[in-house]
């Protein structure tokens, strides 16, 4: 293996040394024959030069035994760079030494050098690390366009706000499919894989020229960036655990939102939870009307739950930890157990010292109390599977009256029809005479499992737990 000597000058200016020098100057150290590396006109903020990436091939070959450098700034001028090469070059067996400088790694005073550059190198990471992130979210909570490819339905336009450059989201030619997605959704009842296979043959691609994903359409009919922000959607993301930067006088009706949190959280919510995301009001305005994406967001919601097709316990896709991640039910024996699907990732540090059976047991009469408060009204001889419609079909005439409120004339007549097929089944299902006086009394042992989850699904929101406590949320 031989020596080699690198060389670098951005300019030529009075005051530099040009590369011929510096290579004359490493020469009395370098020995015989040593391989010559030059760069100039590149400047040593960065590594990318392209005598500099051949010396780093010669050195991933294992032809090199060392470095002379003129000056330890000919390599770089980034201190981190610096320490990440150091660390590549050790990896190899490689020595680096400085002509003017005296510094050669193959020594252990310039270990010791190396060690203390490393440990500011590590201060320098976190202090850009933590910039980048301020950065973000500050942009984010000001409505700026936080970058990346614009969601689906729209194109980005470059503009100022408040005063920084930055790019505006406007409706583009697709805007209209995003519109009929979410009315085949919410309206037509069709499955996210059946918006899938309709979207194929429709011909319609993602920008990347792929097929749009039953994922791909899930994330769309999940994102508020589409949404006519109205105080309707406030409560909601509010109600959800979103974080809300903007004044709730922001949200007019017009403009969409920018959902944004860091990539560890998003990773966490697999885009099915708002919980913990930062939403602020954009500059752009949405697509989808307010009863129309919260009715979306309904009915995902049941979705996300009935994935959950375990028949270990009536809360499966209920249960929450407080680290953000979904629990799961294990059996072992005869007892069922909570396990958390953020530790398998090593980042949860949460102890569930209840079993399942325990909290399926503190829950149910909670939910025995709840029913016999929504019953008050209820035929005595109104049986679990009746109440279960009843209570849904009260569900689904609050979202009707939603969008009722916020539909056109011709999607007001649609919707006045469902509120009448609505109220008729009711009215199967309500006494002819109040029954206000005494409750009926609710048994929820003799329920199915089936009526049991389905239940749940329908009264409780969430059940959180960790090393806190038990949160229970309704819906």
């Not at 790694?105 to 980048?132: C, D, K, P």
């Not at 406007?170 to 919410?186: F, L």
């Not at 009842?189 to 011909?203: E, F, P, R, V």
């Not at 953020?342 to 949460?350: L, N, P, S, V, Y």
Request: net charge positive; hydrophobic share 35%; proline share 2%.
């Amino acid at each position: 293996m031989r020596s080699a000597i690198y060389a670098r000058q951005s300019a030529d200016k009075r005051d530099s040394i040009s590369i011929e020098s510096q290579i004359d100057d490493c020469r009395a150290i370098a020995g015989d024959d040593p391989y010559i590396f030059s760069d100039k006109g590149y400047t040593g903020a960065n590594l990318d030069r392209p005598s500099f990436s051949e010396l780093m091939e010669r050195v991933r070959e294992g032809k090199i035994s060392r470095i002379i450098i003129y000056r330890l700034d000919r390599i770089s001028r980034s201190l981190l760079d610096f320490v990440n090469l150091t660390g590549e070059l050790k990896k190899h067996g490689v020595s680096l030494v400085s002509k003017t400088e005296g510094f050669d790694t193959s020594n252990g005073a310039s270990t010791v050098m190396l060690n203390i550059l490393m440990m500011f190198a590590e201060m320098e990471r976190n202090a850009i690390r933590q910039r980048v992130t301020d950065n973000y979210y500050a942009r984010g909570r000001l409505g700026l366009y936080l970058g990346g490819a614009p969601p689906f339905g729209y194109i980005r336009e470059p503009c100022t706000i408040h005063g920084i450059p930055s790019h505006r989201l406007t409706e583009g030619t697709q805007s209209c499919i995003v519109k009929e997605i979410y009315e085949r959704y919410v309206y037509g009842g069709m499955s996210l894989t059946g918006l899938s296979k309709w979207l194929y043959g429709q011909g319609v691609k993602s920008r990347a020229g792929k097929a749009l994903s039953a994922t791909s359409v899930r994330r769309m009919l999940r994102n508020p960036v589409y949404v006519k922000a109205d105080l309707a959607v406030y409560r909601y993301l509010r109600n959800c655990g979103a974080v809300i930067t903007s004044d709730i006088s922001e949200f007019d009706g017009v403009h969409g939102c920018i959902s944004y949190s860091s990539p560890e959280e998003r990773k966490a919510s697999k885009f099915t939870s708002f919980e913990g995301e930062h939403i602020t009001i954009g500059s752009h305005t949405g697509i989808i009307d307010s009863g129309l994406w919260l009715s979306a967001q309904a009915r995902r919601g049941k979705s996300v739950c009935a994935n959950h097709s375990g028949e270990t316990s009536w809360l499966q896709g209920l249960m929450k930890c407080a680290c953000g991640y979904s629990l799961y039910t294990k059996k072992y024996k005869d007892r069922k157990y909570l396990c958390c699907r953020g530790r398998k990732m090593h980042i949860c540090d949460e102890t569930h010292t209840v079993t399942c059976d325990e909290l399926e047991k503190m829950l149910a009469p909670l939910i025995v109390e709840r029913m016999r408060y929504l019953s008050l009204f209820a035929k005595e001889e109104t049986s679990g599977e009746d109440m279960l419609k009843l209570i849904e079909s009260d569900r689904r005439l609050e979202l009707l009256a939603q969008q009722l409120c916020e539909s056109d004339s011709a999607g007001a007549v649609v919707i006045e029809k469902k509120i009448r097929e609505l109220n008729r089944e009711r009215e199967l299902l309500m006494p002819k005479h109040s029954k206000t006086q005494t409750e009926q009394d609710f048994d929820f042992a003799p329920l199915s499992f089936a009526q049991k989850k389905r239940l749940c699904t329908i009264l409780i929101s969430r059940v959180e737990i960790g090393s806190g406590g038990i949160k229970l949320i309704w819906a």
